[in-house]
């Protein structure tokens, strides 16, 4: 089975007490049933914690308190990690911020960005292609390889085409290419994509804006800390477009082009994508930590992913004129 890791994948250590925020604050802790059965029949101190602190609803989880994972110590170290080792931690945190996506017949690994040490290893280090490698074992897939097969050939296109251009630009020709691929997921042919042409046309189409409206629908979200809600409520817009919002994209592109295998819908994850990096330049300050901080309340939520994928169609934040449109300042 081929295997497929990012670049920067098994160079990611986490920098526990150094850690500017924590996997272990702000969420709850989904723990998986063997976990769960573990903790439940440890004795001792610790056992009882955790039976105190263990949850069931649609599965267990370790219930926060003060905003923080009960587990969590003073020094920025877990108690379970502490007294028991690495190998008793749940599967969420011994795999936590590495993301793993299973295809049958290939995987892919990548880090979720809303650690902070995986956002500053993925947004600064120099774009590198994925290391390949075969593993045992794989399974029949249960993907439509056609599809897949057109996913995988224009990712690579896309990720190239986003290292040809300065940012704004890039990002228009993502949407502009994103069309072109979903008319041949959508049964039409490939045809060949003229960058300086799309971009004349995207000139055309922009319509001006400003970001409040894009603003104004992250509000309407589902808010998980008042930082993030701070933040949308007072931006203070960069003037240029920094780099790290290139890897942003390009983060985005490598994490979710393959997911239209699923329901054959790329545009409404093109629009995912350049929601955040119009939304992350538009917030201001270093764009690592807020690319972080959107991590942290978008990525982890199913329910705001799923809102924004549902809104790439309808909402008038999301229109291809308006994303154009703020690509150009
Ligand atoms: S967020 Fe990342 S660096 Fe911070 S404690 Fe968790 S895994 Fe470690």
């Known amino acids: ?9 098994d160079a990611f250590r986490c920098i526990a007490g ?9 969420w709850d802790v989904a723990v998986d049933e063997d976990a769960a059965a573990y903790y439940r ?11 105190q602190k263990l949850k069931q609803e649609d599965g267990w989880y370790l219930e926060i308190t003060d905003r923080r994972c009960p587990m969590w110590r003073g020094d920025g170290l877990c108690q379970i990690q502490f007294e028991l080792g690495e190998g008793a931690l749940c599967k969420t945190c011994r795999e936590f911020p590495r993301l793993t996506h299973d295809y049958g017949d290939f995987v ?19 774009a590198r292609p994925a290391v390949e490698g075969e593993a045992p074992g794989g399974e029949t ?20 085409l986003l290292e040809q251009h300065p940012v704004p630009q ?22 060949a994509f003229d960058a300086e042409a799309e971009l004349a046309f995207a000139r055309q189409m ?4 400003t970001a ?21 409520r007072n931006p203070q817009p960069l003037t240029r477009w920094p780099e790290e919002i290139r890897a942003l994209a390009r983060y985005g592109i490598e994490r979710y082009w393959l997911q239209a295998v699923s329901d054959f819908d790329l545009i409404c994850r093109v629009k995912l994508i350049l929601s955040a990096c119009i939304l992350i330049k538009n917030l201001g300050g270093d764009p690592v930590a807020t690319a972080q901080l959107w991590s942290k309340e978008i990525e982890n939520s199913a329910e705001n992913v799923d809102t924004i994928l549902d809104a790439a169609y309808t909402h008038p934040a999301l229109t291809d004129v308006r994303l154009l449109g703020l690509l150009e300042r």
């Open 1 to 9: 089975m081929l295997i497929r890791k990012n670049a920067y994948f």
């Open 18 to 26: 150094s850690c500017p925020d924590s996997c272990c604050q702000e």
């Open 41 to 51: 029949s440890l004795p001792g101190e610790l056992g009882d914690r955790l039976r």
């Open 108 to 126: 892919e690994y990548g880090l979720e960005l809303s650690c902070p040490e995986a956002a500053r290893i993925l947004l600064t280090a120099p």
């Open 141 to 160: 897939p249960e993907y439509d390889a056609e599809i897949m097969d057109i996913l995988l050939r224009t990712r690579r296109q896309a990720l190239a």
């Open 170 to 191: 890039a990002l228009q020709l993502l949407l502009l290419y994103g069309y072109r691929v979903q008319d041949e997921l959508d049964g039409g042919e490939a045809v």
């Open 206 to 209: 922009a319509q001006p804006g």
């Open 212 to 232: 409040e409206d894009l603003r104004g629908f992250y509000l309407s979200l589902e808010l998980l800390t008042e930082r993030w809600e701070n933040r949308l």
